[in-house]
């Protein structure tokens, strides 16, 4: 069975769900055992969900309109 | 066994010495039966370096033929080499670390990694060999990307690809300063300098620089001989103009100059190589040589990463015959040696070059950045549009702002960390692509050529900061391991406000060491594929993968304080 650094090193496809079927018949025995990685796996999904619906770097939509007009004044400025 | 049919009934006469070297006959050299005595000079070249006993060990070399396949992700030849050399060699660090450098970032080679290389004790027939070995990597990888051999029965596949630290380069050599110097010429009179009088009319200094070592010079003219010199398949100019084009692709100036001297003396004037060395599909060739051009293209070996496969059936459909087909992809595992070979030794040009690469070939826009990968193929939405303002039509490129500009903010606040600055830097990331919209050649999606754009554009505004201004980063990857590890909440977004968790998500990204900062950005909050990602980084995908769970794990532990599960007292 996979130790959990070994685990460590390649639960990233596994949450991403691109695991191949041998690496994620691996990784779920090692689960099925391992209570602290099992708290690393659900964690680190729901750090994703978090850091994928937080918006935090999102740009306001007003701003589109702004960036999109200095942007295309300046092409033509300088087509001109 | 392969996508292409064992053809010849006449097997190559180096098929026992081939079984010798690996206790079978594998499917990489049984796909190329058609070509005879191709494969029986990759056998010398390959007996000649690697088999004999030189400055090197075979099991040193054995480590940089492994190092070069993981470098290119080539599952078959990982295993190839695994198989031939089992055993884990105790290869020194330094010759390991020049050797996969040169694999992943030929043109950064530069005199000081040769010097270093020396200083650790080699000399410069022992460099030469890790050269040529690392040449020899390049092309049974090339070989084995086109052909497409199925894994042999008597190799165990390969187990997931290591991740090499291999750093990323950071300025490319100014000055081209030979890395090796001539030897005395005792080579005059060899047959291998007869052979290449005779088809230069003169020896050029690639193959100068070479002959203290005659059985390796000898092999490497007779791989010459076979591939490239005879004419009874691909023409000697469609086979030149293959050279000229890889080499073009893999920024190689030397290579390049002396293909398209070759293809003057073949009728070729230069401004025509010089539309190839540019983009082959400008050139006035055929349709017909086009399509060879566009998939020997794809067996360069820079830029890597997920680029696309090449496609043999395109060039059935042109109606090229199997043995041609093959062929091409042997010449262009031709090119990447030779191209490797001149990375490693740096050769002085024979010419006044008539095109010399520098980092802006890798990215227009500053000599610092990093790689633009230009090298996804697939159906891109913005297409049409992009082709409208390539024609002049400046006011559609309105559009393409709209549609990125929420994407290319994104990226740029999650790295520069100012909401001015990246609205600053988002605007300068649209006009930048403005004026290179005429070099985008349409071999990644729009998006991801922009992605890269913006990904250089803030790493930039980052070096201009000044160190007080420095986000505070978080211990690098050294050492890292999860430390948190009890239960969060099963909702731990309802924690608390939206804005506090957009507090504490930016504050958390921003302090992730940059390379993983750029990875999480890419994927999690850009929603680029894992390909996308990796093309406008520029990073293989093992890698990228690498940097986004470490990112993902790092954001994890700085998160877990706010949303773990507090016990309930009894009550």
């Given at each position: 069975?996979?130790?959990?650094?070994?685990?460590?090193?390649e639960?990233?496809?596994?949450?991403?769900?691109?695991?191949?079927?041998?690496?994620?018949?691996?990784?779920e025995?090692?689960?099925?055992?391992?209570?602290?990685c099992?708290?690393?796996?659900?964690?680190?999904?729901?750090?994703?969900?978090?850091?994928?619906?937080?918006?935090?770097?999102?740009?306001?939509?007003?701003?589109?309109?702004?960036?999109?007009?200095?942007?295309?004044?300046?092409?033509?400025?300088?087509a001109? | 066994?392969?996508?292409?049919?064992t053809?010849?009934?006449?097997?190559?006469?180096s098929?026992?010495?081939?079984?010798?070297?690996?206790?079978?006959?594998?499917?990489?050299?049984?796909?190329?039966?058609?070509?005879?005595?191709?494969?029986?000079?990759?056998?010398?070249?390959?007996?000649?370096?690697?088999?004999?006993?030189?400055?090197?060990?075979?099991?040193?070399?054995?480590?940089?033929?492994?190092?070069?396949?993981?470098?290119?992700?080539?599952?078959y030849?990982?295993?190839?080499?695994g198989?031939?050399?089992?055993?884990?060699?105790?290869?020194?660090?330094?010759?390991?670390?020049?050797?996969?450098?040169?694999?992943?970032?030929?043109?950064?080679?530069?005199?000081?990694?040769?010097?270093?290389?020396?200083?650790s004790?080699?000399?410069?027939?022992?460099?030469?060999?890790?050269?040529?070995?690392?040449?020899?990597?390049?092309?049974?990888?090339t070989?084995?990307?086109?052909?497409?051999?199925?894994?042999d029965?008597?190799?165990?596949?390969?187990a997931?690809?290591?991740?090499?630290?291999?750093?990323?380069?950071?300025?490319?050599?100014?000055?081209?300063?030979?890395?090796?110097?001539?030897?005395?010429?005792?080579?005059?009179?060899?047959?291998?300098?007869?052979?290449l009088?005779?088809?230069?009319?003169?020896?050029?200094?690639?193959?100068?620089?070479?002959?203290?070592?005659?059985?390796?010079?000898?092999?490497?003219v007779?791989?010459?001989?076979?591939?490239?010199?005879?004419?009874?398949?691909?023409?000697?100019?469609?086979?030149?103009?293959?050279?000229?084009?890889?080499s073009?692709?893999?920024?190689?100036?030397?290579?390049?100059?002396?293909?398209?001297q070759?293809?003057?003396?073949?009728?070729?004037?230069?401004e025509?190589?010089?539309?190839?060395?540019?983009?082959?599909?400008?050139?006035?060739?055929?349709?017909?040589?086009?399509?060879?051009?566009?998939?020997c293209?794809?067996?360069?070996?820079l830029?890597?990463?997920?680029s696309?496969?090449?496609?043999?059936?395109?060039?059935?459909?042109?109606?090229?015959?199997?043995?041609?087909?093959?062929?091409?992809?042997?010449?262009?595992?031709?090119?990447?040696?030779?191209?490797?070979?001149?990375?490693g030794?740096?050769?002085?040009?024979?010419?006044?070059?008539?095109?010399?690469f520098?980092?802006?070939?890798?990215?227009?826009?500053?000599?610092?950045?990093?790689?633009?990968?230009?090298?996804i193929p697939?159906?891109?939405?913005?297409?049409?549009?992009?082709?409208?303002?390539?024609?002049?039509?400046?006011d559609?490129?309105?559009?393409?702002?709209?549609?990125?500009?929420?994407?290319?903010f994104?990226?740029?606040?999650?790295?520069?960390?100012?909401?001015?600055?990246?609205r600053?830097?988002?605007?300068?990331?649209?006009?930048?692509?403005?004026e290179?919209?005429?070099?985008f050649?349409?071999?990644?999606?729009?998006?991801?050529?922009?992605i890269?754009?913006?990904?250089?554009?803030?790493?930039?505004?980052?070096?201009?900061r000044?160190?007080?201004?420095s986000?505070?980063?978080?211990?690098d990857?050294?050492?890292?391991?999860?430390?948190?590890?009890?239960?969060?909440?099963?909702?731990?977004?309802?924690?608390?406000?939206?804005?506090?968790?957009?507090?504490?998500v930016?504050?958390?990204v921003?302090?992730?060491?940059?390379k993983?900062?750029?990875?999480?950005?890419?994927?999690?909050?850009?929603?680029?594929?894992?390909?996308?990602?990796?093309?406008?980084?520029?990073?293989?995908?093992?890698?990228?993968?690498?940097?986004?769970?470490?990112?993902?794990?790092?954001?994890?532990?700085?998160?877990?304080?706010?949303?773990?599960?507090?016990?309930?007292?009894?009550?």
């Amino acid at each position: 069975m996979l130790s959990c650094v070994e685990f460590l090193a390649e639960f990233g496809d596994y949450i991403d769900e691109a695991a191949s079927p041998d690496l994620r018949a691996h990784l779920e025995e090692h689960l099925h055992e391992c209570k602290t990685c099992q708290v690393i796996v659900d964690s680190t999904r729901k750090t994703i969900q978090i850091v994928t619906e937080s918006g935090c770097f999102t740009l306001p939509a007003h701003a589109v309109d702004s960036i999109v007009s200095e942007v295309m004044s300046r092409i033509r400025h300088k087509a001109t | 066994m392969s996508q292409f049919p064992t053809i010849s009934s006449d097997p190559p006469r180096s098929y026992p010495q081939l079984v010798a070297v690996y206790g079978f006959l594998p499917n990489l050299f049984r796909a190329q039966s058609a070509l005879p005595r191709a494969v029986e000079a990759e056998h010398q070249l390959i007996d000649a370096v690697v088999v004999r006993q030189g400055r090197l060990s075979r099991d040193q070399k054995g480590a940089l033929l492994k190092g070069v396949a993981s470098v290119r992700d080539n599952d078959y030849c990982r295993a190839l080499f695994g198989h031939a050399l089992p055993a884990v060699p105790d290869c020194n660090s330094a010759l390991f670390d020049f050797s996969l450098k040169l694999a992943k970032h030929g043109p950064w080679v530069s005199k000081h990694d040769v010097v270093t290389l020396k200083n650790s004790g080699f000399d410069e027939t022992g460099i030469l060999e890790a050269v040529v070995t690392t040449g020899i990597g390049h092309m049974l990888c090339t070989l084995a990307d086109g052909l497409n051999p199925r894994l042999d029965a008597e190799l165990r596949s390969p187990a997931p690809g290591e991740l090499l630290n291999i750093p990323e380069p950071l300025s490319w050599p100014e000055i081209p300063e030979a890395h090796l110097g001539l030897p005395p010429d005792s080579a005059t009179g060899s047959p291998a300098y007869a052979v290449l009088r005779e088809q230069y009319g003169f020896v050029p200094n690639l193959y100068q620089v070479q002959s203290a070592l005659p059985a390796l010079l000898g092999a490497e003219v007779r791989l010459l001989e076979a591939v490239l010199f005879s004419e009874d398949g691909l023409s000697r100019l469609q086979k030149e103009c293959i050279l000229l084009t890889i080499s073009a692709a893999n920024l190689n100036t030397y290579c390049t100059t002396l293909q398209s001297q070759v293809l003057n003396i073949l009728g070729i004037p230069p401004e025509e190589s010089g539309r190839i060395v540019e983009d082959h599909r400008t050139g006035s060739i055929s349709e017909t040589d086009q399509a060879l051009l566009d998939e020997c293209r794809k067996l360069a070996s820079l830029p890597r990463g997920a680029s696309k496969r090449f496609e043999p059936e395109r060039l059935r459909a042109q109606g090229f015959a199997e043995p041609r087909i093959i062929e091409a992809v042997v010449v262009a595992g031709l090119a990447n040696l030779l191209n490797t070979l001149q990375a490693g030794v740096r050769a002085v040009p024979d010419f006044p070059p008539g095109r010399v690469f520098g980092p802006k070939d890798l990215y227009p826009f500053s000599g610092k950045s990093r790689p633009i990968s230009d090298a996804i193929p697939s159906e891109d939405p913005d297409a049409a549009i992009v082709a409208r303002v390539q024609k002049g039509d400046i006011d559609v490129f309105e559009e393409l702002v709209r549609r990125h500009s929420r994407r290319v903010f994104g990226a740029l606040a999650g790295l520069v960390g100012n909401i001015d600055d990246a609205r600053d830097a988002t605007q300068e990331v649209f006009l930048k692509a403005f004026e290179n919209i005429g070099r985008f050649q349409g071999r990644s999606k729009f998006s991801t050529w922009l992605i890269s754009i913006a990904i250089n554009t803030g790493t930039e505004l980052l070096r201009q900061r000044k160190p007080s201004e420095s986000l505070a980063e978080m211990e690098d990857d050294e050492g890292f391991r999860p430390r948190q590890v009890q239960k969060w909440e099963d909702n731990p977004e309802q924690m608390c406000s939206a804005s506090e968790v957009n507090d504490l998500v930016r504050e958390a990204v921003l302090r992730l060491p940059e390379k993983y900062r750029v990875a999480v950005l890419l994927r999690d909050i850009n929603q680029l594929s894992t390909e996308e990602a990796a093309a406008a980084l520029d990073l293989s995908i093992p890698a990228l993968k690498a940097r986004v769970l470490r990112g993902r794990l790092m954001l994890r532990e700085s998160l877990a304080p706010h949303f773990i599960r507090t016990e309930k007292p009894d009550a």
